[in-house]
């Protein structure tokens, strides 16, 4: 793997860094091939929300700086299909909460080759139920920030047999541990909101606005109101959209309407590109 800090290539950061120290930061992984970034814009966009959030806000020459960097100095280094991980913390601090009044960002930039996931795209994926909740907090709601504490458990609890666990909030559905959760139901969309906990993604947001085929209903939904779906997929931004076979045991079709889905994505993901 490839990493970049503060622009240089380098694989070390400070032991003050408040990214380690407290997670003070936020990060993205943004699919990429040698000529192309996948929804680059949608990304940035993201992080900079996520910066803005914390109290920690790039300025425009950061911005033009960052992306001028990706375009000029990364896609170089790019020579297959590809993962780009930025992270951006608030940069070294002392001892204790309190954040410096003026961030000096650290900015790490990380390429790794992509996972393939084209069997499961084909074939399907299993589910369980996460025995761990995750955390609600409107005020950080959707932003990805660096407390990923509950997904690494999760992640860590999961049984070899399942690719994913639905994650719960007081037993609404929210998302799953590295990826968001839609279902058909009556040829209708349906997704959970994600204005209490959750992590906005990209590709869950560009699959609302874009597709035009079915309408989207986002709302608060129990485990309930998923097993009564037809057809259901997860999806992110590396494995776009992934059709879902069983749920805690309950058995689900890799449907029509799943596979419409994946070919109208398809065809986003190359007008995406950037």
Not at 64 to 78: D, I, K, M, P, R
Not at 130 to 151: D, F, Q
Not at 220 to 230: E, G, M, N, R, V
Request: proline share 4%; with cysteine; glycine share 6%.
């Amino acid at each position: 793997m490839t990493w970049f800090v503060n622009y240089h290539l380098n694989s070390s950061i400070s032991v003050t860094d408040r990214g380690l120290s407290y997670g003070d930061g936020v990060f993205e992984t943004i699919r990429t091939t040698p000529s192309h970034f996948f929804q680059l814009n949608d990304h940035l966009a993201r992080l900079y929300h996520g910066l803005d959030k914390l109290g920690m806000p790039f300025s425009i020459e950061q911005k033009s700086t960052l992306q001028c960097f990706l375009h000029e100095n990364v896609l170089a280094t790019v020579h297959c299909d590809s993962v780009v991980k930025i992270i951006v913390t608030r940069g070294e601090g002392g001892r204790g909460y309190a954040p410096p009044e003026s961030a000096l960002h650290t900015v790490i930039i990380g390429v790794s080759k992509a996972p393939n996931y084209q069997a499961q795209q084909q074939e399907g994926v299993r589910l369980s139920i996460s025995p761990v909740p995750v955390n609600a907090n409107p005020y950080l709601a959707g932003i990805k920030h660096l407390n990923r504490l509950e997904n690494i458990t999760a992640k860590r609890l999961l049984n070899d047999a399942d690719f994913e666990a639905v994650m719960l909030f007081d037993s609404e559905v929210v998302e799953c541990i590295q990826s968001n959760i839609f279902w058909f139901q009556n040829a209708k969309l349906f997704t959970p909101s994600l204005e209490k906990a959750g992590v906005q993604g990209t590709y869950r947001q560009a699959l609302i606005e874009q597709q035009t085929l079915y309408p989207v209903h986002v709302g608060h939904f129990s485990l309930q109101d998923l097993k009564l779906a037809d057809e259901v997929f997860i999806t992110n931004s590396l494995m776009s959209v992934v059709p879902v076979t069983n749920v805690a045991g309950q058995s689900y079709p890799i449907g029509h309407h799943t596979r419409i889905l994946q070919n109208c994505m398809l065809d986003k993901d190359l007008d995406d590109a950037s």
